[in-house]
């Protein structure tokens, strides 16, 4: 996907809880989505082989595939981004769609100092990744939103009823789309 190619409405993300499924559910798409592959869980070998069958899937269906780790190895391993907090998207990325995450206008700024060339901004509402956290709430998610210079992904208990009651296209989940 070229980087002037619209980003994806629908970003799934990788988690120890939803393996299982993610094979299926990368198939389940009748559009383009973006897949952000984290699996911090597994240990370095087999997090790359892992990495390396879910990437071939959603390759074949069209789909995003963004690295949550560094510039280097997002290449080495073939991804189409990467993905993480606005101060360790190193400045060698050239090629490579950069996604930041933040939690707070701070971070918001330094996505935008960064260059980021999207931002996900969590959590909106309450999550099973982050159970009892304070989450930012449709009207101080939109209020940060308008302070991003790129596009925001939300993100945090988001599936297609909160995104519609956000009013929000652009929105990624663990759980909420597997």
């Not at 070229?2 to 799934?12: G, M």
């Not at 499924?21 to 892992?50: D, G, K, N, W």
């Not at 190193?90 to 260059?115: S, W, Y």
């Amino acid at each position: 996907m070229a980087r002037n190619h619209p980003l994806p409405e629908l970003w799934l993300i990788s988690d120890e809880r939803n393996d299982k499924v993610l094979e299926t559910v990368l198939r389940s798409f009748t559009v383009p989505i973006a897949f952000v592959y984290r699996h911090y869980h597994l240990p370095p070998e087999e997090r790359i082989a892992r990495w390396s069958k879910l990437r071939r899937i959603a390759l074949s269906e069209g789909h995003l595939v963004i690295l949550a780790e560094d510039a280097l190895t997002a290449r080495e391993w073939g991804a189409d981004g990467i993905y993480g907090a606005p101060l360790s998207l190193c400045p060698r990325r050239e090629g490579l769609l950069t996604i930041a995450t933040a939690h707070d206008m701070r971070e918001i700024a330094q996505a935008n100092r960064a260059g980021a060339d999207a931002v996900m901004l969590s959590p909106v509402f309450p999550t099973r990744s982050h159970p009892g956290a304070k989450t930012l709430g449709a009207m101080r998610f939109l209020h940060m939103a308008k302070h991003a210079l790129m596009p925001v992904i939300a993100l945090g208990g988001m599936d297609s009823q909160n995104a519609r009651q956000l009013y929000w296209p652009r929105w990624a989940a663990i759980d909420g789309l597997s």
